[in-house]
């Protein structure tokens, strides 16, 4: 069954540092997304991405944030200067058209 | 706005008790779609089931069933017979487009 792959699994970084979270989504898939779940909190929405381009963003995805699709198939996310409270596990999820969104196992970000 | 309510934080059963998750959902959009993701403590996010809003007819897939109810605005998740391996945290989710809005988490402990 297709699926969703991210990498790293875990990544530990300094407050300050530039991290990139990478993503394989499910290659027929259209719709891109990246989510971020706080320790012990909700599901939350970063970004949409759909058509080379960002669709939709959430108030968390500020600045700091960016994301591309360089080669057609990685689908990233940049935090230029990471912050303590960037610390969570960030999902990446792939979509095709109106329908249930899948996603990878999780990108545990810890900033120290 | 979307929003999902899942008012209940942690529920423990013992097992081979039923258990019922709530979730109460907002929108004002007649098309909608809801879902149900299970988060083992391994952290991924694993799909269970999705239910558009013409189809309110209930699901059972095993052990577990699920009742929509437009009229109360409800999509609430049964587990039969429950197992300690359906010890996890139990998201509900709302799209109306291409963002999920995620409720809080139902984090439910089975003991054996």
């Known amino acids: 069954e297709p699926e969703v792959t991210q990498t790293p699994s875990h990544q530990v970084t300094q407050m300050g540092q530039e991290v990139i979270l990478r993503c394989v989504p499910i290659?027929?898939?259209?719709?891109f997304y990246w989510y971020r779940q706080i320790l012990g909190q909700k599901v939350e929405f970063l970004v949409s991405?759909?058509?080379?381009?960002?669709?939709?963003k959430s108030e968390i995805f500020d600045d700091q944030f960016s994301v591309e699709r360089p080669d057609g198939s990685n689908f990233t996310l940049k935090i230029r200067s990471t912050k303590l409270e960037d610390s969570a596990m960030y999902f990446c999820?792939?979509?095709?058209?109106?329908?249930?969104?899948?996603f990878g196992e999780g990108s545990w970000l810890t900033v120290v | 706005a979307q929003k999902v309510t899942q008012a209940q934080t942690e529920i423990s059963v013992v097992e081979k008790e039923d258990v019922t998750l709530d979730c109460v959902y907002e929108?004002?959009?007649?098309?909608?779609?809801l879902f149900w993701y299970k988060q083992p403590p391994s952290g991924e996010l694993v799909f269970l089931i999705r239910?558009?809003?013409?189809?309110?007819q209930n699901e059972i897939s095993g052990r577990y069933s699920w009742n929509f109810q437009k009229s109360t605005s409800s999509f609430n998740f049964t587990i039969t017979a429950s197992q300690v391996v359906d010890s996890a945290v139990y998201f509900c989710?709302?799209?109306?487009?291409?963002?999920?809005?995620f409720g809080t988490g139902t984090s439910l402990t089975v003991i054996p």
């Open positions: 999820a792939s979509q095709i058209l109106a329908d249930t969104i899948y």
């Open positions: 290659s027929n898939h259209l719709y």
């Open positions: 991405f759909y058509n080379n381009e960002i669709s939709e």
């Open positions: 929108t004002r959009d007649t098309t909608y779609y």
């Open positions: 239910r558009n809003s013409f189809d309110e």
């Open positions: 989710a709302l799209t109306t487009g291409n963002q999920f809005y």
